[in-house]
Structures are given as C-alpha cells and as structure tokens.
C-alpha cells in the first residue's frame, strides 16, 4: 500500500524560510511524475513543482527562483525547500505521484497535505 506524508508546513513571516518533506512507503520517487502542489479553499489545485515522466522539471512562475524541488530516493523523500515566503504562498501543500509507467503523468498518489501559511 502506497502512503505519503508530509511534514514541515508550519507559519513563518513574509521573507522567511521553510522545508517541506514526504516520506513515500511502498513506492519509490525515482524522479518519474513527482510534485507538490498547492491548494486553497475555493480555487483549483495548483502545481508548484513538478517533475514529469522525463525527469523534466517545471516550476509554477510564482515560485521560480524561490523554491526547489529534490528526492532522495535512499530515504524516499520528497523535498521542497522554500525562501522569500509571501502572504499569497499560503495554501495547503500536497506531494504527489505516479509509479511508472504511467505516462503522462496524472499523479495519482496522493498525501494528506501540510498547511503553509505566510504572513505579512
């Protein structure tokens, strides 16, 4: 059974610092359809950091330059690292995925989410 969590969500002022984390068990990242995404009550989920069926890379323009996405597929970890937070990157965080090979990604697993919330 596939489970991901995330942790590291948490309040910080505009202009701080954050690190999302999801621990996957029973599935490997493999940097094959692997993301965040972002969620706010009332709007579509959005996709922050993305890395397809290609190992590809996108990142939403919102967060280019501020956030990063990594994997460490020996702790099967999913990272996202986020600098110069602002009030309008609050939302709920959620890491996602597909096992291969699907293709294209749809991101079928999902994790609960981490709340973040950036304050002005």
């Known amino acids: 059974q596939v489970q991901l969590v995330e942790s590291g969500g948490g309040s910080v002022q505009a202009g701080g610092s954050l690190r999302l984390s999801c621990e996957a068990s029973?599935?490997?990242?493999?940097?094959?359809?692997v993301g965040w995404f972002r969620q706010v009550p009332g709007k579509e989920r959005e996709g922050v950091a993305l890395?397809?069926?290609?190992?590809?890379?996108t990142y939403a323009a919102s967060v280019k330059g501020r956030f990063t996405i990594s994997t460490d597929n020996a702790k099967s970890t999913l990272y996202l690292p986020m600098n110069s937070l602002k009030a309008e990157d609050t939302a709920m965080y959620y890491c996602?995925?597909?096992?291969?090979?699907?293709?294209?990604?749809?991101?079928?697993?999902r994790g609960q989410g981490t709340q973040v919330t950036g304050s002005s």
């Open positions: 996602a995925g597909d096992p291969p090979p699907v293709c294209p990604c749809v991101f079928s697993y």
């Open positions: 029973g599935y490997f990242y493999n940097n094959y359809c």
């Open positions: 890395i397809d069926n290609n190992g590809s890379i």
